[in-house]
């Protein structure tokens, strides 16, 4: 008999990262990160593969930005010396970059750049472009004298106690107070230790790319004051002559991406025209010396994967231009699949699984890709560019669950509104028809993303625990298109009703649930529709409602997003549209809620702000409702999902007990 999954189990995760192949194809470079319960952190390791084997590179515990120098060579960044340590402790920005030959051997500090670098590549045998996070107050010390430099550091110090804004967004989740700060773009050649900029300083960089001659650089972004506008200018940038134009202004365009191919500019964007700030994006061509801008390949699915897990930790590449094609993710129903775009606009599907594609790089004969397969943790995989010979390059998370009780998928599809709808269930272990049951209903976030059939860590131990799982895709998730995805001034209407729907299909489908111990989950849009579940039935006999939304007009200017996407997606402003943002919003039927229900939220959560789950549980505990609430110092969004070991730990406990108290 198989063991059951326990709670700590994720700490034994290996998560997969930033995977990229040497210039001549042969070896694959990988970033794998693991939990450290006693440090409270993560740690994260270079690693090398081959079809034949799998060798650790580095051991320091804190590598993940990296770069190829040549075929047998990885430039890494690390902080490693006791100087360098101090100097940061002291407020001075410097990212060291250290070489390692991947025939073993210790790394070598290559160079350090005096500035907070964010993604870095190779120009030519002495020059690198990279992006540095640039706070426009005092990053300038990185060309300044010394007597500069120190009154710079003085400055600096002295302000660390407080935060002056004079602009939108003044914070980002994630990334702390952001005011003044800028994404820029810059080039380091090693022979003089030259630092040059290429992009202006209020240029906010989202993307970039060497042409193939290494003569130009591409780039996109905005120029703002005071805020963006969320639409981007594409730049270009001549290396010899060190003179910078704009080839498209910003006007029209949301660009995800930009790459050289076929003598032209291949732009991932999107108009937001039809269906707003979640329309999918399209492939367009534009022309390098008139700046024309073309519709090259139509597209409804989403570029990417919307593939939702609590077991990744860290990121990779969407996309990449190789040779004559255009290789990319994407979103088909509840997978993330490999799909590839040639010369003539046509797109196929290159490889297709039974999860998710979270990340990947091309070569001359082979696609390497990180991926989650039905029921498993991520590995490493290679095929042919037609998606052949798939083999399995990796074991790291191969042996977690031998001997644990994986629960399978059952896939349950049904009717809601004329529209098609699919969801699964987790059946509880040693599941026996005979006996009754609780069960969960867990809803995702986004709300432009997708549940599938990969390991969802929560979800198997609630299972494991003797809980039925279900989770489903209503309308406004990702995978079905733009129009599916439509949930601009609709949230609470039909997709709620798709949500309840979907659970009275599982309750007629498995009469062992005990109708009256079932609750319900959820976080970010989960959250919102937790919250607004709870006020518009008492058919759960609990709720743990994470990160959420309650009230859309306080989140329009306290989010880091709010005052765009609470206009687009709700349709209206708070002056015009009072009534509209209020009807919308949980906080508003907060007098009709009986259900017992925790609030899980984080003091850092810039996305949806602490605020959104202070009015809902402060509203409940005055209603005389039995509520709890446990708030996470130093975390933000991401707690489920990148969150402290420790805490991570902490928030499932709370929100599994909170279920064992009231369901069982």
Same mark, same amino acid.
């Given at each position: ?18 995977? +990229? ?10 970033? *794998? ?42 430039? %890494? ?38 500035? #907070? ?11 690198? *472009? ?30 660390? !106690? ?7 967004? %003044? ?186 594609? !979270? ?13 989650? +397969? ?14 052949? !010979? ?69 979800? +198997? ?40 729907? %979907? #659970? ?35 058919? %759960? ?18 989010? !880091? ?104």
């Amino acid at each position: 008999m198989k063991k059951a999954i326990q709670l700590k189990d994720f700490l034994t995760y290996h998560y997969l990262s930033n995977v +990229q192949a040497s210039p001549d194809g042969t070896t694959l470079a990988c970033v *794998v990160a693991q939990a450290n319960e006693n440090d409270n952190t993560y740690t994260s390791t270079l690693a090398l593969l081959s079809e034949k084997k799998v060798l650790p590179l580095t051991g320091y515990g804190k590598e993940r930005m990296y770069v190829w120098e040549d075929n047998t060579h990885i430039l %890494f960044a690390s902080l490693r010396d006791k100087a360098d340590i101090e100097a940061a402790q002291n407020g001075e920005e410097r990212t060291c970059f250290y070489r390692i030959s991947t025939q073993g051997g210790e790394a070598q500090k290559a160079f350090t750049l005096p500035l #907070t670098v964010t993604s870095i590549q190779k120009l030519d045998d002495t020059r690198f *472009v990279f992006t540095a996070n640039y706070d426009l107050h005092y990053s300038s010390m990185y060309q300044s004298n010394d007597v500069e430099k120190q009154r710079l550091l003085k400055a600096k110090k002295e302000n660390a !106690d407080y935060e002056v804004f004079d602009e939108l967004p %003044f914070y980002g989740n994630g990334a702390g107070f952001i005011n003044k700060t800028r994404n820029s773009l810059f080039m380091y050649d090693c022979k003089n230790e030259a630092i040059t900029r290429i992009s202006e300083e209020n240029f906010q960089v989202g993307g970039y790319a060497i042409d193939e001659k290494k003569e130009k650089l591409y780039y996109f972004g905005e120029a703002y004051v005071q805020k963006p506008k969320n639409k981007d200018t594409v730049c270009v940038y001549d290396f010899k002559r060190q003179v910078t134009h704009v080839l498209l202004p910003a006007k029209e365009y949301a660009i995800r991406f930009l790459a050289e191919w076929q003598g032209e500019l291949l732009v991932v964007a999107s108009t937001q025209r039809e269906y707003g700030m979640n329309e999918n994006a399209k492939f367009y061509l534009l022309d390098k010396a008139s700046g024309e801008m073309k519709l090259f390949a139509d597209y409804e699915d989403a570029i990417g994967s919307s593939v939702g897990s609590d077991c990744r930790y860290g990121g990779g590449k969407s996309i990449k231009v190789w040779k004559d094609a255009v290789y990319f993710i994407s979103t088909l129903t509840h997978r993330s699949v490999l799909r590839r775009l040639d010369a003539q606009g046509m797109i196929s599907t290159v490889y297709e699984g039974s999860g998710s594609v !979270d990340d990947f790089d091309v070569t001359k004969d082979k696609l390497f890709f990180v991926g989650m +397969q039905e029921g498993k943790l991520q590995e490493c995989y290679c095929c042919d560019l037609l998606g052949n !010979d798939v083999r399995q390059l990796s074991t790291w998370n191969e042996e977690i669950f031998v001997d644990k009780d994986v629960r399978p998928y059952v896939e349950l599809a049904f009717e809601n509104d004329g529209v098609s709808l699919c969801g699964w269930v987790l059946e509880p272990k040693d599941y026996d028809p005979k006996k009754t049951y609780p069960a969960i209903l867990d809803i995702h976030g986004g709300p432009k993303t997708v549940y599938g059939k990969v390991f969802y860590h929560e979800m +198997q131990l609630w299972a494991n625990m003797g809980y039925f799982v279900f989770f489903m895709n209503p309308r406004g998730g990702d995978g079905y298109g733009n129009r599916f995805a439509d949930l601009r001034g609709a949230y609470g209407t039909f997709d709620y009703e798709d949500l309840m729907k %979907f #659970t009275d299909c599982v309750l007629e489908k498995y009469p062992a649930i005990d109708q009256q111990r079932v609750g319900v989950t959820g976080g970010s849009y989960g959250g919102f529709m937790t919250n607004w579940i709870i006020g518009h039935t008492n058919r %759960f006999a609990a709720a743990a409602s994470q990160r959420s939304i309650s009230n859309w007009i306080s989140f329009a200017y306290t989010s !880091d997003i709010g005052n765009f996407f609470a206009l687009d997606q709700q349709g209206g402003n708070i002056w015009e549209d009072h009534e509209k943002l209020w009807w919308h919003s949980p906080l508003k039927y907060a007098q009709n809620v009986k259900t017992p229900t925790l609030f899980i939220h984080s003091d850092e959560d810039y996305r949806c702000p602490l605020s959104e789950g202070y009015q809902m549980y402060s509203a409940l505990c005055d209603l005389g409702i039995e509520t709890r609430m446990c708030m996470f110092h130093g975390e933000n969004h991401e707690l489920s999902r990148s969150g402290k070991p420790r805490h991570r730990v902490r928030r499932l406990e709370e929100i599994t007990n909170w279920f064992e108290k009231h369901l069982k």
